[in-house]
């Protein structure tokens, strides 16, 4: 199938007809829709298809003369020159969605793998070593609030009693959300064993930003990833009526929550660095009453973590002397972070080569956006291609990058693979 086809497919699941956005979130019918489309992709290519314990999913190329990759092979990283018989290469991205999502965030990882694929057979190219295609699970956090979850589970980044515990905006804990969508949560936590068959993991995925574009490039290599976290803030006042409170009498938790907003700005501007307030719920949420509590999600992220911590403690002072203004309570929680990232500089290197034969130019950029391969590099060698996304815009509806840069993404991720996974 076409690279066109291969996307066409899996367009419409999970897209919202009102908005045009995608909400696929976790263990949803929309994200069983898209698992389902993962399992029919792989099977219509004999790929071996697997979920592992913790949601992610894998299609497996099995390599003839060398073990299954997994379980139960020996990986071994791809520093130097690749060997028939070492650990796999693997390939891919996730399938989940931020709420009212773009199309592109994720899924073109998991597309541009099989059509790599594809092209690869195409060619007549016989692996020294398995490939497979994986989807992580809950990549976004959109559903359970905890970025990259699969990812983390699986490398011990997370362990799994706290993410179990995990509940959703509905209370629905993750250990349910799993049990309804026919998974066992007691089983989910590190996989050594599939790490260690894995020799090198390669994420393609959209920029998140106009550097390609302004280079003039349609596709990029990553050099890291900016340290970046959330955090939960929760102002509590006292409900009350809008229409006789006076002034004085207030102790409304919006104002220090609006205060702590413009804060966050500043702080963002003075540190070189990103500060967001994208989620946000006042309680009971009346029109005509004063909220009991607001609850705020903090996203803040730096190009270094002295940066960061900086930023992150002038917000938290603001809020909290804004808070004390106002009589109102607060209590404030990382719930997640994920430390700087620098991508293996030797796997990164042999891509720019891998590329560079294939006359595909390549720039190398940063970016304050986390992804899968970010968690994953803490484990094993990994690494990231990027595709130009000429506005820059994501996590948005409006996100987009023409199918001819798709296209050319596809060939760099093909050219790639044949290089890592080739005799
Ligand atoms: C994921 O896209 C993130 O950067 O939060
Ligand atoms: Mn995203
Ligand atoms: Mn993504």
Redesign the pocket.
């Known amino acids: 199938m076409s690279l066109a086809g291969l996307w066409d497919s899996l367009l419409p699941l999970g897209r919202h007809e009102g908005t045009g956005g995608y909400r696929r979130y976790s263990f949803t019918e929309a994200d069983s829709a898209c698992r389902d489309w993962f399992m029919k992709t792989a099977a219509e290519r004999n790929l071996r298809p697997r979920c592992d314990r913790n949601g992610n999913l894998w299609a497996w190329w099995d390599c003839p003369g060398s073990p299954p990759a997994a379980p139960g092979t020996s990986g071994r990283p791809v520093a130097g020159a690749t060997t028939p018989g070492q650990g796999a290469i693997v390939t891919g991205s996730h399938l989940d969605s ?1 709420p009212d999502g773009g199309a592109f ?1 994720g899924p073109l990882g998991v597309v541009s793998a099989f059509a790599a694929i594809d092209k690869l057979r195409g060619l007549g190219f016989v692996p020294a070593r398995p490939i497979a295609v994986a989807a992580f699970c809950e ?3 959109a559903r359970f609030g905890l ?1 990259c979850l699969g990812s983390r589970l699986l490398t011990g980044a997370l362990t799994p009693p706290a993410a179990r515990e995990l509940t959703d905006g509905t209370g629905v804990s993750l250990a349910e959300a799993m049990t309804a969508a026919g998974l066992d949560p007691a089983a989910i936590g590190p996989d050594d064993e599939l790490l260690r068959g894995i020799a090198a993991f390669v994420e393609l995925h959209i920029e ?1 930003g106009s550097a390609l574009d302004g280079l003039g490039a349609a596709v990029g290599i990553a050099e890291g990833i900016w340290p ?1 976290g959330r955090w939960r803030l929760d102002f509590t006042g006292r409900a009350d009526h809008a229409g006789t409170t006076r002034i004085p009498d207030r102790r409304d938790p919006m104002l220090p929550y609006a205060a702590t907003v413009l804060a966050a700005r500043q702080a963002a501007a003075g540190h070189g660095a990103l500060a967001t307030f994208g989620k946000v719920r006042a309680e009971p949420g009346g029109a005509n009453g004063i909220c009991s509590a607001v609850h705020a999600w903090l ?1 803040a992220r730096a190009p270094d973590e002295a940066a960061l911590d900086r930023m992150v403690a002038r917000i938290e002072a603001a809020a909290r002397t804004a808070a004390g203004d106002h009589g109102v309570r607060l209590s404030i929680r990382r719930e997640s972070f994920t430390p700087l990232v620098q991508f293996d500089r030797t796997l990164r290197d042999r891509l720019a080569g891998a590329l560079a034969s294939a006359g595909i130019t390549a720039p190398v950029l940063a970016t ?4 899968d391969a970010g968690v994953l590099a803490a484990r094993i060698p990994a690494a990231m291609l990027f595709v130009r996304n000429p506005s820059g815009v ?2 948005s509806p409006a996100e987009h990058a023409a199918m001819a840069d798709c296209a050319s993404g596809v060939a760099a991720l093909t050219a790639v693979l044949a290089d890592l996974a080739g005799r």
């Open positions: 931020v965030d990549e976004e956090g970025a998140q970046h996203d304050g956006a986390g992804h994501s996590h």
